[in-house]
T-cell receptor, first 112, second 114 residues
Framework: GEDVEQSLFLSVREGDSSVINCTYTDSSSTYLYWYKQEPGAGLQLLTYIFSNMDMKQDQRLTVLLNKKDKHLSLRIADTQTGDSAIYFCAERGWGSQGNLIFGKGTKLSVKP | EAGVTQFPSHSVIEKGQTVTLRCDPISGHDNLYWYRRVMGKEIKFLLHFVKESKQDESGMPNNRFLAERTGGTYSTLKVQPAELEDSGVYFC????????????FGPGTRLTVT
């Protein structure tokens, strides 16, 4: 079955880079997403990558996709305390009508 | 523009009772999704409406869950009778187009069944 795995916790110091990793099993995934959830708020789409790309950069965010290993990562450069949140990896399969398959989320803690 | 809203933000009920969760999508969004996150687990898809029609309800756990979207605007998700394992956070999301990448999520309703 489809499965998305990610580590549960990551702690970094302010100013350092954060790398959040995710693996997925569905080789037919067409799009992969990173969502951010701040305390008490809903999920906010940070970025997404199409499966025929291997990298996407958007300001401080860099997404790397290794389709062969089914591995997705999110790098946050110059991590700030405001980046503290839960980050969810999600995929959308081929032929899917839009429903997303999520990982359990990685809680990022940024220490001053 | 108002975002996706959900009501209530938190509900505590006893096992066997009934609870109805409400979601108001962004105005004009035809697609409405319900997801659920049980404690410590993944966010799981429940169902998808296009306007008032159920497009995909493959994620609904059992017949104790009933979702409606009469008139194609807001949606309700009723759990009757509630069981302990139904506790979790219920998220609603909406998008304008079916293939649109951004699903706009509401803040969720935290349901606690005691």
């Amino acid at each position: 079955g489809e499965d998305v795995e990610q580590s549960l916790f990551l702690s970094v110091r302010e100013g350092d880079s954060s790398v959040i990793n995710c693996t997925y099993t569905d080789s037919s995934s067409t799009y992969l997403y990173w969502y951010k959830q701040e305390p008490g708020a809903g999920l906010q789409l940070l970025t997404y990558i199409f499966s025929n790309m291997d990298m996407k950069q958007d300001q401080r965010l860099t997404v790397l996709l290794n389709k062969k290993d089914k591995h997705l990562s999110l790098r946050i450069a110059d991590t700030q305390t405001g980046d503290s949140a839960i980050y969810f990896c999600a995929e959308r399969g081929w032929g899917s009508q839009g429903n997303l398959i999520f990982g359990k989320g990685t809680k990022l803690s940024v220490k001053p | 523009e108002a975002g996706v809203t959900q009501f209530p933000s938190h509900s505590v009920i006893e096992k066997g009772q009934t609870v109805t969760l409400r979601c108001d999508p962004i105005s004009g969004h035809d697609n409405l999704y319900w997801y659920r996150r049980v404690m410590g687990k993944e966010i799981k898809f429940l169902l998808h409406f296009v306007k008032e029609s159920k497009q995909d309800e493959s994620g609904m756990p059992n017949n104790r869950f009933l979702a409606e979207r009469t008139g194609g605007t807001y949606s309700t998700l009723k759990v009757q009778p509630a069981e302990l394992e139904d506790s979790g956070v219920y998220f609603c999301a909406s998008s304008q187009e079916q293939g649109e990448h951004e699903q706009y999520f509401g803040p969720g309703t935290r349901l606690t069944v005691t």
